[in-house]
């Protein structure tokens, strides 16, 4: 054979693509049993030499990025993203719009005080916002400048860090998002993964060790203008509003700044590999965020992996587990994850998905907010209540159109339940919209004549959107409910072959 044949010979396979979907912690027993699951008649990767495969590579580092964000492309841009997003203003009161009159000035000052290594940032306003399970979320709201010289940050930053993150993380992600976790959540307990540890890390992002995060970062970036940058603006300092005075920031990263994600991602990729590294074939890890869920084929697989677990986050990153609310179950008894509940039917055995209680009172409580009883509204006669008139009513027609965009938009999300129900999934819940439309319209609540008047086919001549009638649209192919990327709402990667579970 010539030379050259035998080289064109020997790149066969090389480059080329295998669509696959991979379940990494499989034994090799079981990646054979599945290989016609997983391939898709694609030819294989071809396997690198011994002798590269255990060639030591050079840790390559980013010495100069600190002109990179101050360059003023790169903070008009960011500037246009912190517009886009808009936002409350923080503790000088500078909104968007007063920031937008002058904002070339503006981004020119900022890109020389940065430059000039003289820009600060200010102390973020604390906002404290209710949680959909009870309770209060802290938010960290920093001034429309400091947003801009974070998002400047993050638009230099991800793709450097986007290159070393863990398939195992979904949060804050380009092309990543809830769907495909919960993609993965979904194989995962259909390929006999029933033992899960649904684990809840305490008060994250208050608890963030600032030492640690810049260790993260420093692998990565050698940049002494950006890490102290960072420190900058992890240690800006919180007021409360009641209060007015500064608080120092020792610990954490607020949420409600653009850099706030990335870094928690940063954060937590020692804890996705060392889990992936250390455990291959018995436990699978799923994290969106500070939420994550462990998976096993037994229970002392699984308590063997909390243990683990505990061991990374409360030893080497400082964290604490919540003791309430982690917990080893089995899919059986069921799990909730990222608004979906998750069991087994004890009447069928059938895997359910649902969405779970806290995401129904969310639900309910949206639903009230959009659809208001006037103080002031007289209880309506039947006979004045007429197609005619209901369609020529101004305020239902805004309330309805209100009421459709959350029930798009909601369905979007949680169509890919595992209902018991199939033909109507979501049959209680337009019931309960239904119902505050008629109270809307009548002053009224609970059953009447307004429910033999406003009827189902009534409410629909009004252009009330079902979300059964949703589901149906979808699965018939004739609809489908749009979704921006990593947003609730888009469609899950099923097929990706970068999703993968383990």
Same mark, same amino acid.
């Given at each position: ?51 590269? *495969? ?13 002109? =990179? ?16 997003? *808009?936002?409350?203003?923080? #503790? ?5 719009? %007063? !920031? ?8 020119? @000052? ?40 974070? @998002? ?7 793709? #450097? ?10 949060? !804050?992600?380009?092309? %990543? ?40 970062? /420093? ?19 919180? &007021? ?33 590999? @060392? ?5 291959? /074939?018995?436990?699978?890890? $799923? ?47 069921? !799990? ?6 998750? !069991? *087994? ?7 359910? =998905?649902?969405?779970? %209680? =806290? ?6 409580? $949206? ?35 209100? $009421? ?15 209902? %018991? ?11 309960? &919209? ?23 086919? $009534? ?25 921006? =990327? ?17």
């Amino acid at each position: 054979m010539s030379k050259r044949a035998a080289k064109n010979n020997s790149n066969i396979g090389v480059g080329q693509p295998a669509l696959q979907i991979v379940f990494p912690f499989f034994t090799e027993e079981e990646t054979r049993h599945t290989a016609g699951e997983t391939e898709v008649n694609e030819p294989p990767a071809s396997t690198p030499s011994s002798s590269i *495969r255990h060639k030591p590579e050079r840790k390559r580092k980013w010495y100069s990025l600190i002109d =990179k964000v101050y360059a003023l492309p790169n903070l008009w841009e960011a500037w246009i993203r912190v517009k886009t997003n *808009r936002g409350a203003p923080g #503790i000088d009161k500078m909104t968007i719009a %007063r !920031f937008n009159e002058d904002a070339y000035a503006r981004i020119e @000052q900022l890109a020389s005080d940065l430059k000039q290594r003289t820009y600060r940032p200010q102390p973020v306003r604390r906002k404290l916002i209710p949680k959909s399970g009870g309770g209060q979320r802290p938010l960290g709201i920093p001034t429309v400048r400091d947003r801009i010289v974070q @998002q400047a940050l993050l638009q230099i930053l991800e793709p #450097i860090f986007e290159a070393k993150f863990s398939d195992r993380s979904h949060g !804050f992600r380009k092309e %990543r998002g809830c769907s495909t976790a919960l993609s993965v959540v979904d194989r995962a307990v259909k390929h006999g993964y029933t033992w899960v540890v649904d684990a809840d890390i305490r008060a994250f992002f208050d608890t963030v060790d600032h030492e640690k995060l810049l260790k993260a970062v /420093g692998e990565e970036v050698a940049d002494g203008s950006v890490l102290n940058l960072i420190t900058h603006i992890l240690k800006a300092g919180l &007021v409360e509003p009641s209060v007015g005075e500064v608080e120092p920031t020792e610990l954490g990263t607020p949420q409600g700044g653009p850099l706030s994600p990335l870094l928690a991602n940063i954060y937590l990729h020692a804890f996705d590999t @060392q889990i992936a590294a250390t455990r291959p /074939g018995q436990c699978g890890l $799923v994290r969106y965020a500070d939420d994550f869920v462990l998976f096993a084929k037994s229970e002392e697989a699984a308590r063997e992996a909390l243990s683990f677990a505990r061991e990374i986050l409360e030893g080497e990153l400082s964290l604490t587990m919540h003791p309430e609310k982690t917990r080893v179950v089995s899919v059986a008894e069921g !799990f909730e994850f990222l608004g979906f509940h998750y !069991f *087994r039917d004890p009447r069928t055995n059938a895997l359910v =998905k649902e969405v779970r %209680r =806290k995401s129904v009172l969310r639900f309910r409580e $949206v639903i009230r907010s959009r659809t208001p009883r006037l103080k002031t509204q007289r209880r309506v006669k039947a006979k004045h209540v007429t197609l005619p008139r209901l369609r020529s009513n101004q305020r239902l027609g805004d309330i309805i159109a209100s $009421v459709n965009r959350q029930l798009r938009g909601w369905h979007g999300y949680f169509h890919a339940v595992w209902s %018991r129900y199939p033909a109507s999934p979501f049959c209680n819940f337009d019931g309960y &919209v239904r119902g505050r439309i008629r109270s809307s319209i009548t002053g009224r609540i609970g059953h009447g004549w307004w429910d033999v008047r406003l009827s189902n086919r $009534v409410l629909a001549e009004l252009g009330l959107v079902s979300l059964d009638t949703l589901q149906s649209k979808r699965y018939a192919g004739s609809s489908a409910t749009p979704a921006r =990327k990593g947003k609730p709402g888009g469609e899950p990667y099923a097929g990706n072959p970068h999703v993968r579970f383990g």
